[in-house]
């Protein structure tokens, strides 16, 4: 993971869910993990946002909108079609943007610019203000075959003059306009339909930009939309900077809109997926949310799955998150309020029309957690009832509840890993330093790091060590880590406090009595397994008697279990509260995944047919002739079940051997190929 700022000023633990206080927290050096993109904000309201909210808050930095002069145009889309690289824009003027960055950056709160460098507006070739002629920009003006990688960089996007970026020229026009904000103080940008111009060009205008004030060379983030079986892939941009991971996005939406948010328990290890390091994540941006796209979560969304898949993201160890915060639209082109939050207008929850998603508790609140945990760059104690209610842990440093389902309240006691003490439910309510309390629900975790959580349906529940009650952070609870996946019928050993050098199991009195053959005491030597030790005897038990030892000496007492259990630091705990993975399907291990390629059959075949070759799967899958195998139908689409977790493969679809589509390649979870890109197999098959 990069830690993207280091926190210098102080930090606040406030924020209504649709309202928030400001009192100041002091803190010790905490990293900033999260940003925000204000779009269509003023400058000025940014500037003030900074200096109220933001910077106390601990975010690292605000994405603005493009700053410079564009077509005169109230939709929000006319920001992307400059005319020239002035700064001068609805959201203020160059003396407003200059003022802004740096009343931002007093604020501990770096800017990101939004950079429009792929294409200029749809005129006819001319921008005398840069200046740029129709030297300037390629020719082709065709619609764009994204399945052609010429087409993606050198023809026009949507009618927008797409520029020569190959030429040293148009590279030094625009490493100026780059190089005019860093001298403003911006400390970063991203690059707009990044997709669309060649990685190597924009490594070579990276090449002309300036170092920061302290020396650093500015953040880069680059837009690139991956879609499966196209040419151009967001990998072949990592080398620049930073890339966005959709998958994340539409990935993230179709579990919580399907009630499976268990199965994102490993997203982070998901092949096909960009490197967490590399990877800036969202639950929605400005693009997919007046796309009304099927995959995202939006504030549209019914009840309050949008809040809970950002508090997700804040609190799972994956990538750079991004918070989206706009404004109320029915329309897809309309414009933004013609004022801001702080100049006139107000946020949803005051009554006014923008949608400061950044300022509910439930996602403010959660910042903080994400830069408090962000030296346990893992998921440990994780749990899940087999669907719509998860809970896992940071290294000991924080524990997060999430239940999604639409009905009940999920009550259980949950092993965190955390120090004993009192801490602030952040989502229920506010932590003030200064008192050292909280103005919501406390959560007691007891020496054995254990916690009891109530979380209503659709809300969740989140602890971590820089909100505790009584002001004290200390050391996080060294939290165990298998190493590897075991049976259902498997028992673990762990306890800190008895560090056996040959740890053995004797066991006596199973049930059923033939499960087991009986052993003479010590019993049986258990296998090393990451920090604990494991025997699996592949047999189920409802009841057994056991005794941990070291080969016999500093035994434990006698002690009763039965299949699948874990003994965690002389408590019994499930296997996967103790952090395995579960072969078989126990409720709470991991679940199997996608299995099934499917299709939508769009040019009529007769009897569809699957062939594919490269299978990267968890287990092994046989080769197929020419034509492969039928395929069934499901829900409307064809598909085919591989019975086995798959992560990426190459496909042809074809009528029985004819009227084959092409060589098509496909990454889990977006194996349904529908409409002509491959899509989430869940969304194909509700």
């Not at 309202?19 to 993990?33: F, G, I, K, L, N």
Request: aromatic share 12%; glycine share 8%; proline share 4%.
């Amino acid at each position: 993971m990069k830690i993207k700022h280091k926190l210098s000023a102080g930090f606040i633990f406030c924020a209504g869910l649709w309202a928030y206080s400001a009192p100041v927290v002091q803190a010790a050096e905490v990293p900033r993990t999260a940003f925000v993109h204000l779009f269509e904000w003023h400058w000025s309201d940014i500037a003030t946002e900074c200096e109220a909210f933001l910077g106390p808050k601990g975010f690292a930095a605000v994405q603005i909108s493009p700053p410079q002069k564009s077509i005169d145009n109230a939709a929000w889309w006319s920001r992307y079609q400059p005319v020239s690289y002035a700064f001068d824009s609805r959201s203020g003027n160059r003396a407003q943007f200059k003022e802004m960055v740096k009343r931002c950056k007093a604020a501990g709160v770096s800017i990101y610019l939004d950079a429009v460098i792929n294409h200029m507006a749809a005129w006819n070739r001319s921008f005398p203000d840069v200046p740029y002629t129709s030297d300037d920009f390629h020719t082709c003006r065709d619609n764009i075959d994204y399945s052609n990688r010429w087409q993606v960089q050198n023809c026009d996007l949507v009618g927008l003059n797409d520029l020569k970026t190959e030429s040293d020229y148009v590279r030094q026009k625009i490493a100026d306009y780059m190089n005019d904000a860093i001298s403003m103080g911006v400390a970063g940008f991203r690059i707009d339909a990044a997709k669309h111009i060649p990685a190597a060009d924009i490594a070579a205008i990276k090449g002309k930009l300036h170092s920061l004030g302290n020396g650093d060379s500015p953040y880069i983030f680059q837009e690139v939309i991956g879609a499966g079986g196209e040419p151009v892939q967001p990998s072949e941009y990592t080398g620049n900077g930073g890339v966005t991971e959709f998958n994340f996005a539409r990935t993230l939406g179709s579990k919580f809109k399907n009630s499976r948010i268990n199965e994102l328990k490993s997203l982070n290890q998901w092949r096909g997926w960009l490197a967490s390091s590399d990877a800036v994540v969202f639950v929605t941006n400005h693009d997919d949310e007046r796309s009304n796209a099927s995959h995202e979560l939006t504030y549209k969304d019914q009840g309050n799955l949008y809040m809970l898949g950002n508090v997700f993201m804040l609190a799972y160890p994956y990538g750079y998150p991004k918070i989206m915060s706009g404004y109320k639209f029915d329309s897809s082109d309309d414009a933004p309020p013609s004022s801001g939050v702080h100049s006139g207008n107000a946020c949803g929850f005051d009554g006014g029309d923008w949608v400061c998603t950044h300022k509910w508790r439930g996602v403010a609140n959660m910042v903080a957690f994400r830069n408090y945990t962000a030296s346990q760059w893992k998921v440990t104690n994780w749990w899940d009832n087999g669907s719509n209610q998860i809970a896992f842990g940071r290294g000991g440093l924080g524990f997060v509840v999430i239940n999604r389902a639409d009905s009940g309240t999920l009550s259980r006691t949950f092993s965190t890993g955390m120090p004993e003490g009192d801490y602030c439910n952040v989502i229920a309510g506010d932590y003030d330093v200064a008192s050292q309390t909280c103005s919501g629900e406390t959560i007691h975790v007891d020496g054995q790091g254990k916690a009891q959580f109530s979380v209503a349906f659709q809300d969740a529940a989140a602890i971590h060590v820089g909100a505790r009650v009584d002001g004290v952070v200390t050391p996080p609870v060294t939290v165990p880590e298998p190493a590897e996946a075991v049976s259902a019928t498997a028992m673990c050993y762990y306890d800190k406090s008895a560090a056996f050098s040959a740890p053995y199991l004797y066991y006596w009195n199973p049930v059923p009595a033939t499960a087991l053959s009986a052993v003479t005491w010590p019993g049986v030597a258990m296998k090393k397994n990451g920090d604990f030790y494991c025997y699996d005897p592949a047999a189920e038990v409802t009841s057994v008697n056991v005794i941990f030892s070291d080969k016999g000496a500093s035994q434990t007492d006698d002690l009763s279990t039965a299949s699948g259990s874990c003994y965690l630091n002389g408590s019994w705990e499930s296997l996967s509260d103790c952090g395995f993975t579960v072969n078989g399907g126990e409720s709470g291990g991991e679940t199997t995944g996608e299995t099934k390629v499917c299709y939508d059959n769009t040019p009529g075949f007769a009897a569809p047919y699957l062939y594919f070759w490269n299978v990267d799967a968890v287990s092994s899958v046989s080769s197929v002739a020419w034509p492969g195998v039928a395929m069934s139908l499901e829900n409307d689409h064809y598909c085919y079940d591989f019975g086995t977790q798959l992560h990426s493969l190459n496909v042809i679809f074809s009528d029985q051997g004819s009227q084959q589509t092409a060589d098509l390649s496909a990454t889990s979870p977006n194996l349904c190929y529908a409409g002509g890109s491959w899509q989430a197999l869940s969304d194909c098959l509700q």
